[in-house]
């Protein structure tokens, strides 16, 4: 006979914002420059790589310059995967801000939900350009569409650190 692990409980749902509302305060705003502190870091790093690029094209004659056609895509994805996915389950811009990502379950985030996330980031605003932040004013967790359709959400930072 099976038993039961705890892995296989269901799990309620974490941060509550009734019972916790300084997890969500301002998170809106706080998330919207967070993005652009992590825009003007992919931004730098990408210049970076465009002289890391041109010179690895001189070595390979050419051949490496075909990197320059996704080369701000990938720069982003690496970022967001090691950043948004790593120990501290936020990007700088978001550290900066006091915010951090968490699972609906509380649970950290990994580099392929990570970057997945991102993915689905490009897509949402794409097909629904400025109108993806209003899904957040119907959200009680203050979600983007992407996050709902992830299960994943930004809170602020507890006073007393990040959540383990």
């Known amino acids: 006979m099976a038993q039961a692990h705890d892995n296989d409980a269901p799990r309620a749902q974490a941060f509550d914002p009734l019972s916790q509302p300084e997890l969500f305060d301002g ?22 790589a465009a002289v ?8 390979t004659l050419g051949l ?3 990197a320059y056609a996704f080369l701000w895509q990938g720069v ?4 967001t995967a090691f950043t948004l996915g790593g120990p501290a389950s936020a990007t700088p811009g978001m550290r ?3 915010l951090e ?8 985030m990994y580099p392929l939900l990570a970057a997945v996330h991102l993915v689905l980031f490009w897509i949402s605003v794409s097909v ?8 957040s004013l119907f959200s009680d967790r203050k979600r983007l569409l992407h996050d ?3 299960g994943t959400l930004v809170i602020n930072t507890p006073a007393n650190g990040p959540l383990a």
Request: net charge positive; hydrophobic share 70%.
């Open 96 to 98: 900066a801000m006091g």
């Open 128 to 135: 629904i350009t400025p109108f993806v932040l209003l899904v």
């Open 101 to 108: 990502m968490r699972l609906w379950h509380g649970g950290r």
């Open 64 to 66: 490496g310059w075909l």
């Open 148 to 150: 709902i359709i992830l």
């Open 76 to 79: 982003a994805l690496l970022y």
């Open 27 to 48: 998170l809106r705003t706080k998330r919207i420059f967070a993005f652009f502190i992590d825009t003007i870091a992919i931004i730098l790093l990408t210049c970076v």
């Open 52 to 59: 890391v690029i041109f010179f690895v094209g001189i070595f």
